[in-house]
């Protein structure tokens, strides 16, 4: 097969070249294309390095318009329309694939060549972490090759020489690129993603149905970094805010629409007092407009391009979702107190229950208040018996509880006695409710873990959690983490509940423990220090960088100034170096050159490109020829083509030439 590869023709040789580069291109994107796209792509791929390696033609243009109809149809039928961030990607991908079908001319490949760069940067559509980035370098460097290979001279130039000079072109153009990062203004995009471009994204919901956090336990990815500047908080103290919950239809818990009028409703009334934290999020997109901070959090966070507001249940929200990667710093207080003093109109809202659910819990409220020094408690006492019930009453902390019904806390308090942190705090809730006591659901993220490497905290999915509060008597909102009752490893040493590792990781483990921990961290290290640095490139730190290279206060015309003074240094900078290059041509040429102006201006016909022997021809037909001037072309014409080392001669014939005689006197 190696034999044959190296003996296929090169237009062969070069479109198999092209179909590997084009399937490296799209390769990333297969989990998110439809199913029918991924395998129609490779397959037509796989068609058309079948055609290139027998030599054979290209299908007819029926077929290509029969497989164009198939794959608008299917783009159709999978998402309803050909507009869209996923729609799009999966039709350009499919053009591409099929545009390989009727590669006949270069104008075809010049569009394949552009497909392949559109598709190459659609990959930064769903993920711009550093690996798609070096996915992605190493699929331009493909592409140039091939573009380059496509304008080499005919033969069959080697693949590795147009390689070296696609690698050549992208260092060359490195500098500006960097430049062209570092300076261009930063100013918002001339259109903006459509409404499907963050969907299938994982995180905290908008609503919460029990159940729904556990299936985030197994989801590993980053939710967000937190660095603090200063003293760090305690562990089992992070608790970051997120979604309130506080209506609950009997199926689903949502954020609380009062039908109070706005005077009645509830506002934050927040106090904070103690120790204050400053961090700063790196928060990864998630198409929602939640900013996670701690618990409490008086003043809004510093988010650039963003402005921020919080609700009367203490969340942070930005005025736009968010759909990139953001960083943003805040400061909270461990130490506040929230909420109303005194019993309020608003806190009807928190006692509300659904009528016709969780029948048995109900009654068994009731049966707490017939117990003796009950029937009167207030709120602390009423949540230290449940807690204790919680704690004593064979309850389970799982990530497999099985498939709850109707009445989901019923089943949670009397049948399985199992669940994940929402089936707790949902029962929580509601048992609270029954007993008179104001109570809701906060989600949110619990802990994190400190990577060595950089000393940034992470958040992960997996970290998501749900935890409940409940109205005291001048205390306000307390929080209470029912979980910590069931499972106290899971509040307090952050035993997480995860899934088994694969067996790679196993066998590494064996034989190292801790290598995939620490191999983990030093590439979340990696990937976070890409984060700050390169998608985190702000206008704030284009600012700075000026203000080190001397501006004081420096503003977009300084910017702009800069930009444009580098690219005329750089343009100054190419024009004299190809000035530079013309000088040192190639000596032989010189003389040559030299040689056929000298013997012209005699007033022999000279034509344009003559070689030395037909000057030497020329020369003779005159009988006034200087038979050392013949012998001095002849022995040029042997530098040039003869196999010795011809360096010193040439400088000893340059130097004859300038005392040249061409014709006797």
Partial sequence: MLQRLNHLPRDARDTLFLLGVIAWVILPQIDRLPLWCSLMAGAVLLWRGVLAWGSRPLPSRWWLLALLALATAGTWMSYRTLLGRDAGVTFIVVLLALKTLEMRARRDAFVIFFLGFFTMLSNFFFSQSLLTAAAMVVALLG???????????????????????????????????????????????????????????????????????????????????????????????????????????????????????????????????????????????????????????????????????????????????????????????????????????????????????????????????????LATAGAQTLVDTVMDKLRTGGYEYTLEPGVYGTHTADEFWFDRKAGFCEHIASSFVLLMRALDVPARIVTGYQGGQVNNVDSFWTVRQSDAHAWAEVWMAGRGWVRVDPTSAVSPGRTGTFQRLAPQPGVLAQALNAVSPGFTLNLRALWEATNNRWNQWVLNYSQAKQMDLLRNLGFSAPDWQDLSTVLIGLIVAASLTGAGWNWWNRLRRDPWLQALETARQQIKATGLPVAPGCTPRALALLLQTDPRANPLAVQWLLQLEALRYGKTDAAGALRAARLQLRTMRWLSP
């Fill in 143 to 373: 592409l140039l090759t091939a573009l380059v290979n496509s304008h080499m001279p005919v033969g069959r130039p080697p693949l590795m020489q147009a390689a070296r000079t696609a690698a050549w072109m992208a260092l060359a153009g490195a500098p500006i690129m960097a430049t062209l990062f570092m300076l261009f203004p930063r100013i918002a995009p001339l259109w903006g993603l459509p409404g499907d471009a963050m969907s299938g994204r994982s995180g905290l919901s908008g609503q919460m149905q029990v159940g729904t956090i556990a299936s985030l336990a197994l989801d590993d990815s980053i939710a967000m970094r937190i660095r603090f500047e200063g003293d760090t908080p305690p562990q089992r103290d992070m608790y970051f805010r997120g979604p309130v919950f506080s209506s609950f239809d009997g199926k689903e818990w949502r954020p609380l629409r009062s039908a109070f009028p706005q005077p009645m409703q509830l506002q934050p009334d927040l106090a904070v007092q103690g120790p204050a934290y400053s961090y700063q999020v790196t928060l990864a997109a998630n198409n929602r407009p939640w900013l996670m901070v701690l618990d409490a959090t008086p003043q809004a966070p510093e988010i650039r391009g963003y402005s921020a507001s919080m609700g009367p249940d203490l969340q942070w929200q930005a005025n736009q979702p968010i759909a990139d990667l953001v960083r943003y710093r805040a400061t909270s207080y461990l130490e506040y107190r929230h909420g109303p003093n005194r019993l309020a109109v608003g806190l009807q809202d928190y006692l509300d229950l659904p009528p016709g659910f969780n029948p048995r819990t109900l009654q068994l409220a009731a049966d707490l208040r017939r117990q003796p020094g």
